[in-house]
């Protein structure tokens, strides 16, 4: 049937948005994290293990991108691989066992012209995504410290 061939021809010709992009090499290292794991457990477990930090970035990243004031930031952009990373990220610094595979905070965000109101928006947004997982206020201001250094390196280089 002629019409099936074309529906499958359409589907093959469908951009594929599972695959990450190639990166030029770099020194994989925990260290690019940015921060020291937590001790202990405690965290990862008031983050839901990776269920629950999988749904806070998905849906931090899902909201920055249709966030009018930072979605250009985020297009064109390998998201795919984003997701993975900040998982891990996320996962290394909560102490859920975890390595970080990704490139550091000033490699990832060279260039990029990030301001601190972009920054806002994104933390905004992080919040949001952990509030809706029910991550205690104690625990979601403990992970928020730790990201807060990285500003210095992510806004505006
Ligand atoms: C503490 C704050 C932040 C953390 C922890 C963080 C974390 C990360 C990580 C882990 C990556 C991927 C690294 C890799 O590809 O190897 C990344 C990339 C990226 N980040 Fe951030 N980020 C932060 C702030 C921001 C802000 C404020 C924005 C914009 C509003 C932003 C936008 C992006 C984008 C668009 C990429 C993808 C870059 C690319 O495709 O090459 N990030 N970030």
Known sequence: MIWMSWAAMLISLAPVTTAEQP?????QNDA?????PF???????????????SRIVDEAIDLSQSDPHI??????????????????QFCYILNGGCH????????AHKDMGI??????????????AMRHEHISYRAQNRLLAKLAPMKRTVVKQ
């Open 23 to 27: 990166v030029d090499p770099y020194p």
């Open 32 to 36: 690019n994290a940015g921060a020291q």
């Open 39 to 53: 001790d202990g457990q405690a965290m990862w477990r008031a983050f839901h293990e990776a269920d629950g930090v």
């Open 71 to 88: 979605s250009d930031i985020f297009r064109n952009r390998d998201l795919v691989r984003l997701r993975r990373t900040l998982k891990e």
């Open 100 to 107: 970080y595979s990704g490139r550091t905070m000033q490699a």
């Open 115 to 128: 301001q601190t109101a972009d920054m806002g928006a994104l933390v905004e947004h992080l919040q949001a």
